[in-house]
């Protein structure tokens, strides 16, 4: 089964359910220097795993972010670590611009930017896949941690979209994520990106409510 198949048939069980967390002592935030370079490292290390797969010296990473190696090995003290985090990085950026296109944006074009940098997501993962598989025990635990971020993002745009009336109330969230990494599981050929995005098109036209 490939990563993709696994990620779709997760959105396909996945249920949003509320939950309680204990509240926990808020950690020190890191040095704005130590930041930096775990940043610089972070998007090194994508494109280095996406050319490459795993296959990846982290000597090179090191030196590509302008780090040493020790400097690297302190924040990702092992390649599982850094590919780990590279991906979790992604994850949540694709969340957090939930709450970006929803303050700048009106509610269907907030839509449509969010799937829109959904399918650069998963052009990513895609990249990334058989690096991923390296990981001890697949990746099967880090797309299900990620579900409930990615989930819950789309299901408040596509609510605030049902709310203004710029979508159909029968929308399900869940349908549009499905119909997008389906065409990433289909596509045999290069500028697969460039179909999903005219779908994404074809799907916000598709969820209008029928003129009166």
């Known amino acids: 089964m490939s990563p993709f198949t696994e990620y779709a048939e997760t959105l396909s069980d996945y249920k949003l359910s509320p939950m309680t967390q204990k509240r926990e002592k808020t950690p020190r935030p890191p040095?704005?220097?130590a930041q930096r370079n775990r940043e610089r490292?972070?998007?090194?290390?994508?494109?280095?795993?996406?050319r490459s797969g795993?296959?990846?010296?982290?000597?090179?990473?090191?030196?590509q972010s302008g780090v040493g190696p020790g400097t690297l090995y302190?924040?990702?003290p092992t390649r599982d670590a850094l590919l780990e985090a590279v991906y979790r990085t992604e994850v949540e950026r694709l969340a957090g611009a939930e709450k970006e296109f929803a303050r700048t944006l009106p509610p269907v074009e907030a839509l449509?930017?969010?799937?829109?940098?959904?399918?650069?997501?998963i052009a990513t993962k895609q990249l990334i896949a058989a690096a991923l598989n390296t990981l001890v025990g697949g990746p099967s635990?880090?797309?299900e941690a990620s579900g409930s971020q990615i989930i819950g993002a789309i299901h408040s745009l596509v609510q605030r979209a049902i709310d203004?009336?710029?979508i159909r109330p029968d929308i399900d969230p869940l349908d549009l994520l499905r119909a997008l990494v389906g065409v990433s599981n289909v596509a045999s050929?290069?500028?697969?990106?460039a179909s999903a995005r005219r779908l994404v098109q074809i799907l916000i036209a598709g969820s209008r409510p029928a003129a009166s």
């Open 189 to 193: 050929v290069p500028d697969w990106p």
């Open 164 to 166: 203004s009336g710029d």
């Open 141 to 143: 635990k880090l797309f």
């Open 31 to 33: 040095r704005a220097d």
């Open 74 to 76: 302190r924040h990702f």
């Open 54 to 63: 795993a296959d990846v010296s982290l000597d090179d990473v090191a030196r």
């Open 41 to 50: 490292i972070l998007e090194v290390a994508k494109n280095a795993f996406t």
């Open 112 to 121: 449509q930017a969010w799937m829109m940098l959904f399918v650069d997501y």
